[in-house]
């Protein structure tokens, strides 16, 4: 479970759809380059990742990487790599207010699907027990419609967790599953249950005092998760490593089921 390139038997025998969360901390072209190449994403949701990173562009050392982002800070918004993608459509979310859901729909050689980057940012007045939560639930409800058209994913950072809200946050989280017909793929490898994860996502400030579980990868209920893989802090956070950021990403492997 613990390790960060996620490279397994699996993988090598032919796995579907390899997933990643990763929030970058920013430093977009020296940290995410790094990410691609050590875990082999299909599809990577990339929080504090820039506008313009110059792997979405053609080079020298290859072609672009099909890329989608949505911010309103050029060096820190939300960003979708996805090196495996055929095609890939950004879907615009329903009218109204909130920021940093950004949806699109993707052919792959193994299946098409839509993917739902999230990363929250506080949005006050919709009743819920925190702001970061009422951000949650706004961007999926703005994003309802991707799920008529077929499988998502959700995946990002969503800024909640079990382990500051035990009571509220797994209550909304089985919600969100239960309303969209999701699983979340951490908690289905381990048998863990939400608020109890071992294995932190953040740490907060960059203090392995500080851990919290607040990276996910939602699915569809229909597939099978193979595997599931958490970087460490000492891969990831430590002082001196080349691609540090505050979290560790999450990589899923998955077989995709009609």
Not at 5 to 29: F, M, S, Y
Not at 162 to 180: H, M
Not at 201 to 220: E, I
Not at 221 to 237: I, K, L, N, Q
Request: hydrophobic share 40%; net charge negative; glycine share 10%.
């Amino acid at each position: 479970m613990r390790g960060s390139d996620g490279r397994d038997n699996k993988r090598e025998a032919g796995r579907d759809v390899r997933l990643t969360t990763w929030n970058c901390c920013q430093g977009t072209d020296r940290r995410v380059p790094i990410m691609l190449d050590r875990l082999r994403p299909d599809i990577a949701v990339v929080p504090e990742s820039s506008a313009a990173p110059s792997i979405a562009a053609d080079s020298l050392l290859g072609p672009a990487v099909p890329h989608a982002w949505t911010g309103t800070y050029p060096q820190k918004g939300l960003g979708i790599f996805a090196p495996a993608a055929i095609r890939m459509e950004v879907v615009r979310p329903a009218a109204g207010e909130g920021e940093y859901g950004l949806g699109v729909r993707l052919e792959l050689s193994e299946a098409e699907l839509g993917v739902l980057g999230i990363v929250t940012v506080p949005l006050h007045g919709t009743g819920h027990r925190t702001p970061y939560m009422g951000a949650l639930v706004n961007i999926l409800q703005r994003h309802e419609h991707m799920f008529e058209a077929g499988d998502v994913v959700v995946a990002g950072d969503f800024n909640c967790s079990g382990q500051t809200d035990p009571e509220a946050f797994p209550e909304l989280l089985n919600e969100i599953c239960d309303t969209y017909d999701l699983t979340s793929a951490y908690h289905s490898a381990t048998g863990e249950a939400v608020g109890a994860e071992t294995l932190p996502t953040l740490w907060w400030r960059h203090k392995q005092s500080d851990p919290f579980h607040v990276d996910f990868v939602l699915v569809p209920r229909a597939w099978v998760v193979e595997h599931v893989s958490v970087g460490s802090f000492e891969e990831w956070c430590a002082s001196g490593v080349e691609a540090r950021s505050d979290h560790a990403p999450v990589t899923v492997d998955v077989a995709v089921r009609d």
